[in-house]
């Protein structure tokens, strides 16, 4: 006889569908979520988007994936919150919870007793991934992130559960992939702390979305879902998989002013060239930034404003380049 799924107010019996709101404890925060428990057994996935709320390819795939993933011929279940950060979402290209200014992808495994986003990282760890056999996390560039699309994999954990991970990758039409040494992250977290493997899509950005991401987005999870056997079918396998990238640099503003890129995110650089500045307000160079590698770029900023200490260039050693 197949279980129940019970996800805070809702449960889903075998062959339902069931939607509706999680209230996140001590707070006025409710999380849209939809629980599609098929009629038949296998695993149970996650599936969550705007861990982040600027991100939008990935809020609006779970949005509709929730609408047309039916129990029918489903072995398994999925489980998906689209978005996690409401709050973030409704006031519109934020990273983090307008309530405490944080960011809920440093607040893993959280906090029952304290602020919003430590609240909501402990709802995250105790009710959804606690039951979940993997995890799908959907995100983009926020509104001033350019990104190439990439998958992020966990890598400290169990090494089964980055095996794992790591096998799953190759069902992403994605051509790079990071293994994350993040455990405080949605994803990490639940790969550190439940043994739960995942991958983290990074698809889109700039606060913008348009359609051929979203049903990008929506390909990959389907396709996951055939491949870890939810949904009937054949998976697509990409080739050998994305290229795993190593020597990942996380390069911060020496300055803050006005940012002058010269390279754009999937390009790739040469030892030495120059791949940025930045500028005072009467156009003189404050900083350059030179590659320390031949590499790629899959990571870069696109306001125009930047800060001093915050993030600025991510790139890596691409295998094959
Ligand atoms: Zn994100």
Redesign the pocket.
């Known amino acids: 006889m197949k279980d129940k799924i019970t996800v805070g107010p809702l449960t889903a019996s075998p062959g339902e569908r069931v939607q509706g709101y999680y209230p996140v404890p001590g707070s006025d925060m409710r999380i849209p979520v939809t629980v599609i428990n098929g009629d038949g057994d296998g695993k149970r996935v996650l599936v969550t988007s705007g861990?982040?709320g600027g991100?939008y390819p990935g809020i609006q795939a779970s949005i509709e994936l929730a609408g047309e993933l039916t129990p029918r011929g489903m072995q398994g279940a999925v489980i998906l919150v689209h978005p996690v950060n409401v709050t973030g979402f409704e006031a519109k290209n934020s990273?983090c919870f307008p309530e405490d200014g944080k960011n809920l992808?440093r607040l893993f495994p959280g906090d029952p007793n304290g602020t919003l986003g430590e609240r909501v990282a402990w709802c995250m760890t105790e009710d959804f991934h606690s039951q979940a056999d993997f995890y799908i996390d959907l995100?983009?560039g926020?509104a001033d992130e350019e990104l190439t699309k990439l998958a992020f994999v966990p890598g400290a954990c169990d090494p089964e559960v980055a095996r794992a991970s790591l096998a799953a990758a190759a069902y992403v039409d994605v051509p790079l992939a990071i293994r994350s040494g993040s455990i405080n992250g949605a994803c990490g977290s639940a790969a550190a702390v439940h043994g739960v493997p995942g991958i983290l899509l990074e698809r889109g950005g700039n606060g913008i979305w348009s359609r051929q991401e979203v049903d990008d987005n929506k390909a990959d999870v389907k396709n996951l879902l055939r491949y870890l056997g939810v949904l009937p079918g054949q998976a697509e396998k990409y080739g050998d998989g994305p290229a795993y990238v190593t020597n990942a640099l996380y390069l911060n503003a020496g300055e803050t002013g006005c940012f002058i890129p010269f390279v754009r995110a999937g390009e790739d650089v040469k030892k030495g060239q120059l791949m940025a500045e930045i500028r005072d307000y009467f156009g003189r160079v404050l900083a350059a930034y030179y590659s320390e590698i031949d590499g790629r770029i899959f990571y870069m900023k696109s306001s125009l404003a930047i800060q001093g200490g915050h993030s600025m260039i991510a790139m890596g050693e691409v295998p094959n380049q």
């Open positions: 861990v982040h991100e990273a992808n995100h983009a926020n």
